[in-house]
């Protein structure tokens, strides 16, 4: 195929980009591609054309799609419908929803970014080629020794976004947190050295990718005991009947199964709190701390007497 802009109204001459014209181009159908990328097809249909129907006029959708082309793909199809050959050809490039829709986050574990702990990320939700479906958004990450992963998901804007930490099989560590209206999500999850990834998922509007979410992985030290820059001391770790806890102002203090359930709360004055525990099944839990508009999340491990 030769990239002369032969037609005119082409924004490109240049199809494969790499700065020049008038040669002749391989087609994708034609090639080797990578097979460890998240692809898209954004398919053209023109209404009002009368060749290469249903296709956008001179290209069917056959053609368009690289599921015809290479069957080991798994590619996502998205369509954007005009009237005129012209319209079809121009206006799509400036079409943002559905250019959206073919940036979306993979959803395939083999093909789910790579995000490291302990930095901010941000994704957002599309509706699928299969509008009913929820969207899942696959990211990939490393513990390189063992710690107390917390998730933390903000600006959450569809009525109940899930989470979850999957192993490198496939299997569910923990359990699947749900937003439930709320705008925030937070959880933790202890964590052995190894790879796993993080799923996010939901129901997506037709507006969702104007509000992104965010969120956050951090991998906190389950040392013992364990002193942090506030001062908060917490021990023993594990404990069996009581947790002692001191720090250098009054709080409130909760104590949250790996659910996110509030199960216990106490006020605690400053300097030292015992605080009981003995009614707990044995377990990990989340102890939070709120004081001065400050909050602190930390693991406490509860075990049964002997």
């Known amino acids: 195929m030769n990239d002369n802009n032969t037609l005119g109204y082409f924004y490109n001459a240049d199809v494969n980009c790499n700065g020049v014209t008038e040669e002749q181009d391989t087609g994708l159908n034609q ?12 398919i053209g249909e023109c209404f009002g054309c009368i060749t290469g129907s249903p296709g956008d006029g ?12 290479y069957p080991g793909l798994t590619t996502n199809l ?24 073919g940036l979306d986050e993979p959803n395939e574990y083999p093909l789910a970014y790579h995000v490291d702990v302990d930095t901010g990320y941000t994704g957002f939700l599309t509706v699928q080629n299969d509008t ?34 999957v192993d490198s099989t496939g299997a569910t560590i923990g359990t699947i947190v749900h937003s439930a209206g709320a705008s925030t999500i937070q959880f933790m999850q202890p964590l052995s050295a190894g790879n796993y990834y993080l799923q996010i998922y939901g129901k997506p509007t037709t507006t969702s990718y104007l509000y992104p979410y965010n969120f956050t992985l951090t991998c906190g030290s389950s040392g013992i005991p364990e002193m942090n820059k506030n001062n908060l001391l917490i021990y023993p770790i594990p404990a069996t009947d009581q947790v002692t806890i001191e720090v250098p102002q009054k709080a409130t203090i909760e104590i949250l199964n790996i659910q996110g359930q509030v199960i216990q709360q106490q006020q605690i004055q400053q300097g030292k709190t015992d605080m009981d525990i003995s009614e707990l099944a044995k ?19 509860k075990e049964q007497y002997l």
Do not use: W
């Open 31 to 42: 090639r080797s591609i990578y097979t460890d990328l998240d692809y898209a097809c954004i």
């Open 58 to 69: 001179l290209v069917k959708d056959s053609s368009a799609n690289l599921n015809n082309f």
């Open 78 to 101: 998205f369509y954007y419908h005009a009237f005129s050959l012209t319209d079809i050809h121009t206006a799509l490039p400036k079409q943002i929803y559905q250019n959206m829709q």
């Open 132 to 165: 009913a479906a929820n969207d899942y958004d696959d990211f990939k990450f490393s513990v390189p020794a063992q710690c107390d992963l917390t998730m933390n998901i903000s600006n959450i804007s569809i009525s109940d976004l899930m989470a979850h930490i």
């Open 283 to 301: 377990g990990v839990y989340i102890l939070r701390l709120f004081s001065n508009d400050k909050t602190e999340v930390r693991r406490i491990v």
